[in-house]
């Protein structure tokens, strides 16, 4: 993946969620192999899978909790699976459609951390204003304030001095990317039983519904 034309051609942020979701794949494929044993049921049984710490990191959540609970593959996951067991090259002119016409290869959804440049401004603008009222940062807030100390300092004017910091964006303030790792201090407490990465907590094998006809 990483010598394919669409992963050369975007961006720093963007090749960090293709290589995290990649990685969090075989993360996923790791534990429906395990999932796999003929002795699984679809309801799950008293003894759950045991899986190691590195095995929770490197799976997405919704694979973790089936595994947890013993549950036995869906359908889908079977037939998903089948894919990677048995994998076939691409019909030619299949990197055409994912490199000049899928507007999302991941098809999911960002549940944490910024995606436009509005959110990155307001994220990069808040750590501007906690920095002048000497509030703690956290890990990721940091990260932005060590990548925008210049001119955070200069804009932070002394308690009792003028109006208060002008703590808009300059043009050119630079936001870090942004990985799985970063996940606590970007996740909403209430999205925590739904996602371990930035993304959807399914990953890539999710069912999808196909409109044939409109």
Not at 103 to 110: I, K, P, Q, R, V
Not at 119 to 133: L, M, S, W
Request: hydrophobic share 35%.
């Amino acid at each position: 993946m990483e010598h394919s034309p669409f992963y050369l051609a975007a961006n720093p942020q963007d090749q960090t969620d293709l290589q995290e979701s990649n990685d969090r794949l075989k993360g996923d494929l790791v534990l429906m192999r395990y999932r796999a044993a003929p002795d699984r049921s679809p309801y799950g049984d008293r003894n759950p899978l045991l899986l190691s710490p590195q095995e929770r990191a490197g799976a997405n959540l919704m694979q973790v909790l089936a595994a947890n609970m013993a549950k036995a593959l869906t359908p889908f996951e079977t037939a998903a699976m089948s894919h990677f067991e048995d994998p076939v090259p691409p019909p030619d002119g299949c990197h055409a459609l994912f490199e000049d016409h899928m507007h999302d290869s991941l098809a999911g959804f960002y549940m944490a951390g910024a995606v436009t440049e509005l959110d990155r401004n307001t994220a990069i603008e808040n750590v501007c204003r906690k920095h002048a009222a000497n509030q703690p940062l956290s890990g990721f807030e940091l990260k932005i304030y060590k990548e925008n100390q210049a001119w955070i300092d200069r804009r932070v004017t002394p308690p009792g001095v003028g109006e208060g910091p002008n703590c808009k964006a300059e043009i050119g303030a630079v936001f870090p990317v942004q990985t799985d790792a970063d996940v606590g201090d970007l996740r909403d407490w209430v999205i925590v039983s739904q996602t371990n990465t930035r993304r959807e907590g399914g990953g890539y094998l999710r069912d999808r519904a196909i409109f044939s006809e409109m």
